[in-house]
């Protein structure tokens, strides 16, 4: 796979919210199950207060990511297309978007945050360099979730 990264446009945003549905547990990260998410991730004036990138194969969006500054560090989030996650691409996304992260941007750590169910990405994540830091319960979708913060030091 090699992905190609451009500024994530309004349609592009509008069927990753819209349409984008994960199976079983991952529905969790369904933009329709957080409205306050949602409306983030829409609303092109909230969205660009960080900056959002689209990640496109052969022409097809395949996946997403954004970058929030936060001094000298990077906080990190994604998602991959529904239909292609859990098929072991996860590992070589990633990897592209960190090389793409490396080359735009200077940064002394990047930073992520996952619900900590979601062990098959933490499990990319490790494999990526990424280590865990903290163990926190947050509020998201209507509840309380635990979710772990995993950082990579340059």
């Not at 991952?26 to 660009?48: C, I, K, Q």
Request: charged share 30%; hydrophobic share 40%; with cysteine.
């Amino acid at each position: 796979m090699k992905a190609v990264f451009r500024p994530l446009t309004q349609a592009h945003a509008l069927e990753i919210a819209d349409e984008w549905k994960y199976e079983g547990i991952y529905s969790f990260y369904d933009m329709t199950a957080d409205p306050e998410d949602y409306e983030g991730f829409v609303d092109a004036d909230l969205r660009n207060k960080n900056d959002h990138y689209e990640v496109l194969e052969n022409e097809s969006l395949i996946g997403f990511f954004c970058v929030i500054r936060e001094g000298a560090s990077i906080e990190i989030g994604l998602g991959m297309r529904p239909d292609l996650c859990g098929k072991g691409k996860g590992r070589q996304f990633l990897k592209q978007i960190l090389a793409f992260i490396e080359r735009n941007y200077e940064f002394d750590k990047l930073i992520m945050n996952v619900a900590s169910f979601n062990q098959r990405a933490i499990k990319v994540y490790h494999s990526c360099g990424f280590q865990d830091a903290e163990l926190t319960k947050r509020s998201s979708n209507g509840g309380i979730y635990e979710f772990l913060t995993l950082i990579k030091k340059t």
